[in-house]
């Protein structure tokens, strides 16, 4: 995230259980604001993880990500785009998706026709935070913060 | 290998200039303010209410999704220590 963002996160814990812990931004609730190349601070982020501390059997632990929610905004708080993946909550959806915000406007002049996306639950595979921020700095013209980005985005890909 | 940092209650402790831990009051103090900030209702009564079965059906719907998030944000309140 310090490629594009200077607010820190935060995570709820470090201990195995089976209980999910929360990876967020802090404060909690507030969007890290983004910079675009025009210089203006025009989208925002929000991001939580849920994650579990796992053991392999060994003596080694390890971080297991078990649900996502992606959020890039307008700085006025209005969503542009979603990716969610929350296979342990209520929603019968529980499969990688993506929401994104807007109507289209569809069909012919006498028989015209409002699609709204934002409900719409569309399958995506899993994203990381590495694609999401690679999704903004290539797509939304966001500024990345350190010259490196690339590799370090390559580099948290695995 | 993991560290284990100190953390003292209702301290913010810094393990090293790029890791921070929240003392599990901060954490429940910042959830708390959270909610309120969004949804005008403590912490406390938000989980309540999402036990209670309230949020279920529209925290994933366009323009609600902030109760989405706030859900995530659950175990920031529930923390021991």
Redesign the interface.
Known sequence: MACVATQPLQVTGYRLGIEPHTLAFIPPGRPALLRTENGAMDFALTIEESYLVVQDGSSAFDVQRVGYRYTLLHRTGQEIIAYHWHPAGVSSVTHPHVHVSGTNRVGSPDQPRSITLGDKHITTGFVSLADIVLLIIVEFGVTPRRPDWRSVLEAAAG | ??S?PTVADGVLIKEDEDD???APEE?RR??D???R??MGISGEEFIRRWEA?EY?EI?????F??I?????????A??DG
């Open positions: 290998m993991v284990v921070l831990f929240l954490g910042m959830f303010a959270a909610v900030d969004r079965g279920w925290s994933d719907r366009e323009g999704r902030h989405g998030d706030l859900i995530m944000l659950i175990p920031l529930r923390q």
